[in-house]
């Protein structure tokens, strides 16, 4: 393997030597857009003969992908795979499995929307959804913290016997051509110790892994789960700081406050929103607006009690996330009010970029505008740059008797073509 | 008091008893050397087909490997009756990961031990056959298809039994189920076009596909010791009667099985690389209904309302099966 320190390198292929420099002994994955550059490369790594003694397995599903990183995890390999979007919800079932059974395996989830409307840019709806499957969930906010998180999450994984995915922006990371540093092998090696699993199946001493448990000891199992992660938060901090020391940058951690010491303001978010929020909070800054942002690096295990200490000096908290729960509000928001309980701060749920739409920093700037002169109603759900326009009057068309699919309707409205009427104002274009 | 005429020969079949075989082809049951992979003291049904096809599988598997040997269980019968944490029947390393991903577990533990040297530890994939024909279908046609070095072995009882007696894709036409019962006028499993596993085993053009039924005990050893001597993806389909399932009696597990061969109902063969090898001959044929009738599952065929176009039509099948492998090579038994 080539052992540049800095390469211009697409996303996907930094993470892919990152993981080959972690040295997994079985790959299996299925191809799903934005995470297909990342097992491209792997599988030419190992066919290449630059990853040595690893096993790529095309699976015929994800589904497939993840029960035989669960077969090959249980007979005491490191094991890694990658998926996106739908193919994270086919491998819904055998996730939970993954994490009950405590198969430290090691996957990127590569974020992208869910379907229907079927649609392949990122969002974190897909991750967001299997928040409460019992895997760490990890976000990187740049290429650099995307290498340097898989390289810490083979380690937290193997530590604690528990899974890890590691989330990074479908497209808008994975396919970014940037500068990475890449970590050298030697490195690697020496930060992350052989792997030595906590269960294995061995016919020199045959154990039954997998069997049933009933209501005797079902809580306990699950609260055992629970605490392993609760450990988490302790793990990763340190493995942060053992990181920085070997490899001499900071490794991520739980979260990431930015100019929020002084703040009366302060802006939540994860994954690669945070480069534009930072960027909109040094411009405010710059207009004397007290405000600063946190990344949440760690979403689950929560860092409930770094969240709260990062946002304890704000009187408002604007979350901005990716995904949500529909019907209910924000995904990541609730979790910021359970940090927040008891405290006066007021929390702005906002939901943007879905499903490829860009947030721009225009758009942040106004949002915060927004908050910060009291136009936003905290007890709703904000969607930014929402196309009010369009979904009124699709409303209305629906109320009249309007049959047939929302999502065509409203495209054809956008571009004014077919059946509807192109309406006078008829909004074109998003970016600003 | 009665007295019993000892017989050599079981009684109805041209089956040779153990004690007239030569001593290196008898059925041991009770060995010290038996790896009892599967123990004893497990919570399967009295006459149950499955745990008696499991026992043979394995204990042939572990013969076969030395002991080398690596079992990955769908979930179903087989994995809820022997393992109740922190009981355990299985005297093998032994996963149980979901319902529809046995074959991909498999594929995973094989390709771990195939990465790190340990390639001559063997692995056995077993479900039934739900989770062989239906829920793990995609899963099983995956492994076959990177013909990764596995044996997968298919319990088939016809139906979803551990959850109450539903059809599954391998419940024949006519049978009755819980969710296909004897009311309306096309009682019992619709007739469908059938998902014959071994004959979509061999499409795959997989080292080795084997049917066997727990009739024939040393057919089923022979055929596991076999599939042993492959690498790559393997199939072995045990017909396994279920009591509770079918409406039979316990002591009934081995006729049926017996009688299902016999009939032409579930044709005995093998196959090597799609090729069909070698077949089972049917020594003295039976009329389907010989199989049928002890069956409580096909009882409304035979009742007060009977259906002799059913039977008619399940006949038919076990003819094209006959004609189909041949099954009738020396004519003067038919």
Known sequence: ????????????????????????????????????????????????????????LMAESEFGAMSACIGA?????????????????????????????????????????IGAPINIWNDHSDSMSMRDSGWIQLYAESNQAAVDLHVQAFALAERLSVPVMVCMDGFVLTHAVEEVELPEQEQVDAFLPRFVPQQLLDPKEPVSIGAMVGPEAFTEVKYLMH??????????????????????RPGGGLVAPYRTDDAETV????????????????????DGVRIGALGITCFRPWPLDEVRAALAGASRVIVVEKAFAVGAGGIVGQNVRLALSGLPATVYDVVAGLGGRPITRASLRGLFRDVLEDRMDSRSLHFLDLDVELVERELARTRLGGTGPHAEHMLRALVGVGAVPPGPEAPVGEES | MTTVDLKLYQVGTFAAGNRLLPLEDRTVQAHPDRSNSITSG??????????????????????????????????????????????SSWQLPWLHSLFGNAPAVASGVAAALRATGRGHTRVVGQAGDGGTVDIGFGALSGMFERNDDV??????????????????????????????????????????????????????????????????????????????TFHGARYLHVLVPCPLGWGSASKDTILLARLAQRSGIFPVFESEGGEVTAVTPIRRRVPVEDYLRPQRRYSHLFGAHPRPDVVARIQAGADRSIARYGLLADSSEK
């Open chain 1, 1 to 56: 393997m080539p052992g540049q320190r800095l390469s211009q390198i697409e996303g996907s292929v930094a993470v892919a030597q990152a993981v080959a420099r972690c040295r997994p002994s079985v790959i299996a994955a299925y191809p799903i857009s934005p995470q297909t550059h990342i097992v491209e490369g792997l599988s030419d790594l190992v066919r290449g003969g630059e990853l040595i003694d690893c096993e790529y």
């Open chain 1, 73 to 113: 995890s249980a007979a005491g390999v490191r094991t890694y795979t990658a998926t996106s979007s739908q193919g994270l919800l086919f491998m819904a079932e055998a996730l939970f499995n993954a994490s009950g059974l405590g198969l430290p395996i090691v996957m990127t989830v590569a974020n992208r929307a």
């Open chain 1, 227 to 248: 605490a392993k992660q609760v450990q988490a938060l302790d793990e990763i901090p340190r493995l942060a700081a053992d990181f920085e020391e070997m490899f001499g």
């Open chain 1, 267 to 286: 802006v939540v978010t994860l994954g690669s929103a945070l480069g534009s929020v930072e960027e909109v909070v040094d411009e405010l800054r710059e």
């Open chain 2, 42 to 87: 497990h919570r399967a049904c009295q006459g149950c087909g499955e745990v008696l096809g499991a026992r043979y599988v394995l204990d042939a598997a572990m013969r076969a490997t030395g002991g080398d040997l690596v079992a990955v269980n769908a979930t179903g019968c087989l994995e809820v009756f022997s393992t109740p944490y922190p009981e």
């Open chain 2, 151 to 228: 044996l997968f072995v298919c319990y088939d009882n016809e139906g979803y039994m551990n959850t109450g007696v539903q059809r599954s894709g391998a419940t024949p036409g006519g049978a009755r189920t819980a969710n296909t019962k004897a009311i309306g006028p096309e009682p019992g499993n619709a007739f469908g076009q059938g998902k014959n596993m071994p004959r979509i085993a061999m499409a795959h053009e997989i080292p080795y596909v084997a049917t066997a039924t727990v009739a024939d005990l040393h057919d089923l050893e022979r055929k596991v010791e076999k599939a042993m």
